[in-house]
Protein backbone atom coordinates (compact mmCIF):
# COMPACT_ATOMS: atom_id res chain seq x y z
CA UNK A 1 0.00 0.00 0.00
CA UNK A 2 2.01 3.13 -1.28
CA UNK A 3 1.21 6.49 1.44
CA UNK A 4 -1.29 8.18 -0.84
CA UNK A 5 -3.35 4.46 -0.24
CA UNK A 6 -2.34 5.19 3.83
CA UNK A 7 -3.82 8.34 3.93
CA UNK A 8 -7.28 7.49 2.43
CA UNK A 9 -7.56 4.22 4.22
CA UNK A 10 -6.04 2.39 7.25
CA UNK A 11 -6.23 -1.05 8.39
CA UNK A 12 -8.15 -2.01 10.93
CA UNK A 13 -9.11 -5.14 12.80
CA UNK A 14 -12.74 -5.36 11.99
CA UNK A 15 -11.68 -5.23 7.95
CA UNK A 16 -8.95 -6.48 5.89
CA UNK A 17 -8.68 -6.33 2.19
CA UNK A 18 -9.20 -10.33 0.89
CA UNK A 19 -5.94 -11.59 -0.88
CA UNK A 20 -5.16 -10.27 -3.92
CA UNK A 21 -7.57 -7.26 -3.68
CA UNK A 22 -7.35 -5.28 -6.66
CA UNK A 23 -6.57 -1.19 -6.45
CA UNK A 24 -8.35 1.80 -8.54
CA UNK A 25 -6.94 4.88 -8.88
CA UNK A 26 -9.41 7.62 -8.02
CA UNK A 27 -7.20 10.28 -8.79
CA UNK A 28 -3.37 10.72 -9.88
CA UNK A 29 -1.96 10.93 -6.72
CA UNK A 30 -5.10 8.67 -4.35
CA UNK A 31 -5.10 4.55 -4.94
CA UNK A 32 -8.06 2.70 -2.71
CA UNK A 33 -9.26 -1.27 -2.66
CA UNK A 34 -13.00 -0.97 -3.14
CA UNK A 35 -15.09 -1.83 -0.18
CA UNK A 36 -16.32 -5.19 -1.72
CA UNK A 37 -13.08 -6.46 -1.82
CA UNK A 38 -13.12 -6.22 1.82
CA UNK A 39 -13.44 -8.90 4.11
CA UNK A 40 -15.46 -7.76 7.61
CA UNK A 41 -15.64 -9.04 11.02
CA UNK A 42 -17.02 -6.82 13.54
CA UNK A 43 -17.54 -6.88 17.56
CA UNK A 44 -19.01 -5.00 20.19
CA UNK A 45 -15.69 -3.07 20.63
CA UNK A 46 -15.10 -2.01 16.51
CA UNK A 47 -19.20 -1.17 16.67
CA UNK A 48 -18.61 1.38 19.69
CA UNK A 49 -15.35 2.63 18.14
CA UNK A 50 -17.34 3.61 15.02
CA UNK A 51 -20.11 5.05 16.49
CA UNK A 52 -17.66 7.08 18.56
CA UNK A 53 -17.04 9.06 15.69
CA UNK A 54 -20.09 9.45 14.82
CA UNK A 55 -21.67 13.77 15.31
CA UNK A 56 -25.31 14.51 15.85
CA UNK A 57 -27.22 16.09 18.63
CA UNK A 58 -25.79 16.14 22.44
CA UNK A 59 -29.45 15.40 23.18
CA UNK A 60 -29.15 12.10 20.59
CA UNK A 61 -26.94 8.71 21.47
CA UNK A 62 -26.21 5.86 19.53
CA UNK A 63 -25.23 2.87 21.59
CA UNK A 64 -24.01 -0.60 21.18
CA UNK A 65 -24.90 -3.85 22.91
CA UNK A 66 -24.31 -7.37 22.53
CA UNK A 67 -26.97 -10.14 23.94
CA UNK A 68 -26.18 -14.32 23.74
CA UNK A 69 -23.83 -13.22 20.94
CA UNK A 70 -25.38 -10.82 18.99
CA UNK A 71 -24.77 -7.18 18.38
CA UNK A 72 -27.24 -4.47 18.42
CA UNK A 73 -27.56 -0.63 17.97
CA UNK A 74 -29.76 1.43 19.42
CA UNK A 75 -30.60 5.35 19.70
CA UNK A 76 -30.72 6.67 23.24
CA UNK A 77 -32.32 10.19 23.60
CA UNK A 78 -33.52 13.03 26.18
CA UNK A 79 -36.92 13.75 25.78
CA UNK A 80 -39.69 15.51 27.36
CA UNK A 81 -42.79 13.45 28.23
CA UNK A 82 -45.41 14.04 25.61
CA UNK A 83 -48.13 14.10 28.00
CA UNK A 84 -46.28 15.21 31.00
CA UNK A 85 -44.75 18.36 31.81
CA UNK A 86 -41.70 18.49 33.47
CA UNK A 87 -37.77 17.15 33.44
CA UNK A 88 -36.74 15.44 30.42
CA UNK A 89 -36.83 11.42 30.18
CA UNK A 90 -34.16 8.79 29.59
CA UNK A 91 -35.77 6.71 25.85
CA UNK A 92 -34.24 4.37 23.87
CA UNK A 93 -35.36 3.69 20.38
CA UNK A 94 -35.56 0.29 18.80
CA UNK A 95 -32.91 -2.31 18.63
CA UNK A 96 -31.33 -2.74 15.36
CA UNK A 97 -29.10 -5.87 14.57
CA UNK A 98 -25.60 -5.67 13.18
CA UNK A 99 -24.03 -8.57 11.33
CA UNK A 100 -20.53 -9.31 12.42
CA UNK A 101 -20.01 -9.25 8.26
CA UNK A 102 -21.77 -6.47 7.74
CA UNK A 103 -19.74 -4.04 5.95
CA UNK A 104 -18.90 -0.44 7.72
CA UNK A 105 -20.47 1.90 4.90
CA UNK A 106 -23.64 -0.30 5.55
CA UNK A 107 -23.56 0.01 9.54
CA UNK A 108 -23.38 3.32 9.19
CA UNK A 109 -26.26 3.85 6.90
CA UNK A 110 -27.68 1.60 10.16
CA UNK A 111 -27.15 4.09 12.51
CA UNK A 112 -28.63 7.09 9.84
CA UNK A 113 -31.77 4.43 9.64
CA UNK A 114 -32.16 4.05 13.68
CA UNK A 115 -32.29 8.04 14.02
CA UNK A 116 -34.60 8.34 10.97
CA UNK A 117 -36.99 6.68 13.01
CA UNK A 118 -36.51 7.60 16.36
CA UNK A 119 -37.17 10.88 15.36
CA UNK A 120 -40.02 10.23 13.61
CA UNK A 121 -40.99 8.37 16.55
CA UNK A 122 -40.80 11.73 17.97
CA UNK A 123 -42.44 13.63 15.54
CA UNK A 124 -46.04 11.40 15.20
CA UNK A 125 -46.23 11.90 19.06
CA UNK A 126 -45.94 15.85 18.51
CA UNK A 127 -48.56 16.04 15.56
CA UNK A 128 -52.08 16.71 17.35
CA UNK A 129 -55.67 17.17 16.27
CA UNK A 130 -58.45 18.57 18.55
CA UNK A 131 -61.18 15.73 18.28
CA UNK A 132 -64.37 16.38 20.55
CA UNK A 133 -63.07 18.60 23.33
CA UNK A 134 -59.76 16.10 23.67
CA UNK A 135 -56.09 16.65 22.13
CA UNK A 136 -55.47 13.40 20.40
CA UNK A 137 -52.22 11.92 18.47
CA UNK A 138 -54.09 10.25 15.61
CA UNK A 139 -50.38 9.33 13.27
CA UNK A 140 -48.42 8.03 16.29
CA UNK A 141 -46.50 4.79 16.30
CA UNK A 142 -48.22 3.43 19.45
CA UNK A 143 -52.13 2.55 17.97
CA UNK A 144 -53.38 -0.61 18.58
CA UNK A 145 -52.89 -2.71 15.08
CA UNK A 146 -54.29 -5.47 15.98
CA UNK A 147 -57.57 -3.86 17.38
CA UNK A 148 -58.17 -1.94 14.05
CA UNK A 149 -57.80 -5.37 12.01
CA UNK A 150 -60.91 -5.95 14.05
CA UNK A 151 -62.77 -2.84 13.69
CA UNK A 152 -61.90 -1.68 10.14
CA UNK A 153 -65.71 -0.37 9.35
CA UNK A 154 -65.01 2.40 12.75
CA UNK A 155 -62.34 4.05 10.16
CA UNK A 156 -64.64 4.25 7.20
CA UNK A 157 -65.69 7.66 5.52
CA UNK A 158 -66.82 10.14 3.36
CA UNK A 159 -64.81 10.94 0.32
CA UNK A 160 -64.89 14.89 0.54
CA UNK A 161 -62.86 17.36 -1.75
CA UNK A 162 -59.64 19.05 -0.32
CA UNK A 163 -60.71 23.83 -0.50
CA UNK A 164 -59.28 26.03 0.91
CA UNK A 165 -61.69 26.41 3.29
CA UNK A 166 -61.65 23.16 4.49
CA UNK A 167 -57.70 23.61 4.86
CA UNK A 168 -58.46 26.36 6.99
CA UNK A 169 -60.94 24.40 8.97
CA UNK A 170 -58.40 21.63 9.65
CA UNK A 171 -55.31 23.97 10.67
CA UNK A 172 -57.68 25.35 13.02
CA UNK A 173 -57.97 21.49 15.09
CA UNK A 174 -54.13 20.77 14.20
CA UNK A 175 -51.51 21.78 15.87
CA UNK A 176 -47.47 20.17 16.19
CA UNK A 177 -45.17 21.18 18.50
CA UNK A 178 -48.14 22.74 20.35
CA UNK A 179 -47.87 25.29 17.88
CA UNK A 180 -50.71 26.17 15.07
CA UNK A 181 -49.92 26.27 11.22
CA UNK A 182 -50.73 29.67 9.36
CA UNK A 183 -51.42 28.93 5.49
CA UNK A 184 -49.69 30.92 3.46
CA UNK A 185 -50.82 29.47 -0.16
CA UNK A 186 -53.38 27.61 -1.49
CA UNK A 187 -52.26 27.54 -5.59
CA UNK A 188 -54.25 25.23 -8.01
CA UNK A 189 -52.26 23.53 -10.05
CA UNK A 190 -54.74 21.61 -12.30
CA UNK A 191 -57.65 19.85 -12.09
CA UNK A 192 -56.18 17.57 -9.70
CA UNK A 193 -53.35 18.62 -7.91
CA UNK A 194 -52.77 21.94 -5.45
CA UNK A 195 -49.74 23.67 -3.68
CA UNK A 196 -50.27 24.55 -0.50
CA UNK A 197 -47.41 26.28 1.90
CA UNK A 198 -47.77 26.36 5.05
CA UNK A 199 -45.72 28.55 7.97
CA UNK A 200 -44.90 27.31 11.96
CA UNK A 201 -43.30 29.33 14.26
CA UNK A 202 -41.50 26.61 16.83
CA UNK A 203 -39.11 27.40 19.33
CA UNK A 204 -38.21 23.32 20.24
CA UNK A 205 -34.55 22.94 21.35
CA UNK A 206 -35.28 18.92 21.00
CA UNK A 207 -36.44 19.98 17.21
CA UNK A 208 -34.68 22.50 15.91
CA UNK A 209 -35.21 21.61 12.17
CA UNK A 210 -38.90 23.22 12.76
CA UNK A 211 -37.63 26.69 14.08
CA UNK A 212 -39.65 29.14 11.69
CA UNK A 213 -40.25 27.06 8.81
CA UNK A 214 -42.35 26.29 5.94
CA UNK A 215 -43.90 23.37 4.76
CA UNK A 216 -44.90 22.50 0.87
CA UNK A 217 -47.06 20.42 0.14
CA UNK A 218 -48.95 18.92 -3.47
CA UNK A 219 -52.19 17.60 -2.58
CA UNK A 220 -55.10 16.07 -4.44
CA UNK A 221 -58.33 18.04 -4.27
CA UNK A 222 -59.83 14.75 -4.57
CA UNK A 223 -59.68 13.46 -0.75
CA UNK A 224 -59.45 15.88 2.00
CA UNK A 225 -58.86 13.45 4.34
CA UNK A 226 -55.67 12.51 2.56
CA UNK A 227 -54.20 16.19 3.94
CA UNK A 228 -53.11 14.64 7.59
CA UNK A 229 -51.05 12.25 6.24
CA UNK A 230 -49.43 14.83 3.46
CA UNK A 231 -48.80 17.30 5.98
CA UNK A 232 -47.25 14.71 8.50
CA UNK A 233 -44.89 13.29 5.47
CA UNK A 234 -43.73 16.99 4.72
CA UNK A 235 -43.22 17.40 8.22
CA UNK A 236 -41.03 14.13 8.23
CA UNK A 237 -39.38 14.85 4.81
CA UNK A 238 -37.51 18.44 6.82
CA UNK A 239 -37.03 16.24 9.30
CA UNK A 240 -34.82 13.46 7.18
CA UNK A 241 -33.22 16.39 5.75
CA UNK A 242 -32.14 17.78 8.69
CA UNK A 243 -30.27 14.51 10.05
CA UNK A 244 -29.08 13.97 6.41
CA UNK A 245 -27.11 17.59 7.12
CA UNK A 246 -26.06 17.14 10.52
CA UNK A 247 -25.49 13.39 10.60
CA UNK A 248 -21.45 13.51 10.65
CA UNK A 249 -19.08 10.86 10.72
CA UNK A 250 -15.43 12.00 11.07
CA UNK A 251 -16.49 14.88 10.53
CA UNK A 252 -17.98 14.28 7.43
CA UNK A 253 -21.96 14.71 6.61
CA UNK A 254 -22.30 11.50 4.30
CA UNK A 255 -25.48 12.21 3.49
CA UNK A 256 -25.57 15.73 2.92
CA UNK A 257 -27.63 16.93 -0.27
CA UNK A 258 -24.26 19.43 -1.13
CA UNK A 259 -22.12 16.99 -2.43
CA UNK A 260 -21.94 16.54 -6.23
CA UNK A 261 -24.19 13.52 -7.92
CA UNK A 262 -22.28 13.64 -10.42
CA UNK A 263 -18.91 13.15 -8.56
CA UNK A 264 -20.42 10.86 -6.39
CA UNK A 265 -21.30 8.42 -9.81
CA UNK A 266 -17.75 8.96 -11.04
CA UNK A 267 -16.56 7.22 -8.02
CA UNK A 268 -18.59 4.24 -8.30
CA UNK A 269 -17.98 4.19 -11.58
CA UNK A 270 -14.22 3.93 -10.80
CA UNK A 271 -14.45 1.47 -8.18
CA UNK A 272 -16.56 -0.76 -9.88
CA UNK A 273 -15.34 -0.61 -14.00
CA UNK A 274 -13.70 -3.92 -14.73
CA UNK A 275 -11.21 -2.34 -17.13
CA UNK A 276 -10.23 -0.29 -13.67
CA UNK A 277 -10.06 -2.79 -11.72
CA UNK A 278 -7.69 -5.06 -13.77
CA UNK A 279 -8.24 -8.32 -11.35
CA UNK A 280 -6.84 -11.60 -11.77
CA UNK A 281 -7.87 -15.16 -12.45
CA UNK A 282 -7.62 -15.65 -8.95
CA UNK A 283 -8.65 -12.33 -6.99
CA UNK A 284 -12.23 -12.86 -9.11
CA UNK A 285 -12.52 -16.21 -7.94
CA UNK A 286 -11.82 -15.03 -3.96
CA UNK A 287 -14.18 -12.07 -4.16
CA UNK A 288 -16.70 -14.75 -5.74
CA UNK A 289 -16.28 -16.81 -2.62
CA UNK A 290 -16.31 -13.91 -0.56
CA UNK A 291 -19.72 -13.04 -2.26
CA UNK A 292 -20.96 -16.63 -1.38
CA UNK A 293 -20.01 -16.61 2.31
CA UNK A 294 -21.63 -13.41 2.90
CA UNK A 295 -24.77 -14.31 0.82
CA UNK A 296 -25.44 -17.62 2.53
CA UNK A 297 -25.21 -16.15 6.11
CA UNK A 298 -28.12 -13.92 5.54
CA UNK A 299 -30.92 -16.33 5.05
CA UNK A 300 -32.82 -17.15 8.90
CA UNK A 301 -32.56 -20.72 10.39
CA UNK A 302 -35.78 -22.59 9.91
CA UNK A 303 -36.91 -20.87 7.05
CA UNK A 304 -36.00 -23.21 4.37
CA UNK A 305 -39.23 -24.62 3.54
CA UNK A 306 -41.08 -21.09 3.78
CA UNK A 307 -38.70 -20.01 0.79
CA UNK A 308 -39.31 -23.18 -1.32
CA UNK A 309 -43.29 -22.15 -1.11
CA UNK A 310 -42.19 -19.07 -1.71
CA UNK A 311 -40.50 -19.46 -4.74
CA UNK A 312 -43.12 -22.23 -6.16
CA UNK A 313 -45.75 -18.95 -5.41
CA UNK A 314 -44.15 -17.24 -7.58
CA UNK A 315 -44.26 -19.79 -10.70
CA UNK A 316 -40.85 -21.71 -9.88
CA UNK A 317 -38.82 -18.97 -11.14
CA UNK A 318 -35.14 -19.32 -12.09
CA UNK A 319 -33.08 -18.04 -9.37
CA UNK A 320 -29.81 -17.60 -10.07
CA UNK A 321 -28.12 -17.78 -6.57
CA UNK A 322 -29.97 -21.04 -5.78
CA UNK A 323 -26.87 -22.95 -5.18
CA UNK A 324 -25.91 -20.55 -2.12
CA UNK A 325 -29.10 -21.72 -0.05
CA UNK A 326 -30.19 -25.24 1.25
CA UNK A 327 -32.95 -26.46 -0.11
Not at 1 to 20: F, K, R, T, V
Not at 54 to 79: D, K, P
Request: aromatic share 8%; net charge negative; hydrophobic share 40%.
Amino acid sequence: MGIANLQYQEDSAYEQPISNAPKVLLTEDIEVTPQHFFKYHHTLDSVRELLADIEFETSYRLVASEHNGLLRMQVAMLSSDNYQSGNKKLLFGRSWPIEVNLPTSELLQTALLALYVAREHEIRERYTLSVDGAVTTPLNNHQDFPLIVKVPHLLSRDLNPLTKTGVERILEKVRFLDKPFTLENYIEIDDDKVLISLALSSRDDELPEFKSTSVHLVCSVQDENAFYYELMEGLLKISKQYIAENFKFRGIARFSKSHCVVSLAQINRNVRDPSKLAMCELSSKQAAQLNYEVDATRMPNGCEQLMVNFIKENGEIDIANRHLYPF
